[in-house]
């Protein structure tokens, strides 16, 4: 079992800027991907940016150049940097961690707002 907590989050104007954070526990030698998702109302859960153990990393189209996926592979945490925020970057934002055996866990979700 793997659980994920979640950090950051919050109000911000356009153009701003925001950190999320989040820390797995559990069964973390078993994790093989880490990442974020997110979902507005009305839509799917979409992949926002993600990083293998080995660092290769994937970016939705929407957020290449603003956005950043970091991570510590011995805490292990992994962040994501958002900058140039836009309204249309509203949404609850998932931590997501795929083991070796290609099971899913996620966090609670944290509520990013960015208003106009």
């Known amino acids: 079992q793997v659980q994920l907590v979640e950090l950051g989050g919050g109000l911000v104007q356009a153009g701003g800027s925001l950190k999320l954070s989040c820390a797995a526990a559990?069964?973390?030698?078993?994790?093989?991907?880490l990442g974020w998702y997110r979902q507005s109302p009305g839509k799917e859960r979409e992949l926002v940016a993600d990083?293998?153990?080995?660092?290769?990393?994937k970016y939705a189209d929407s957020v290449k150049g603003r956005f950043t996926i970091s991570r510590d592979n011995v805490k292990p945490t992994v962040d994501l940097q958002m900058n140039s925020l836009k309204p249309e970057d509203t949404a609850v934002y998932y931590c997501?961690?795929?083991?070796?055996?290609?099971?899913?866990?996620w966090g609670q979700g944290t509520q990013v707002t960015v208003s106009s």
């Open positions: 997501k961690a795929i083991n070796w055996a290609m099971r899913n866990y």
């Open positions: 559990g069964d973390i030698r078993t994790i093989n991907v």
């Open positions: 990083v293998t153990s080995g660092g290769s990393t």
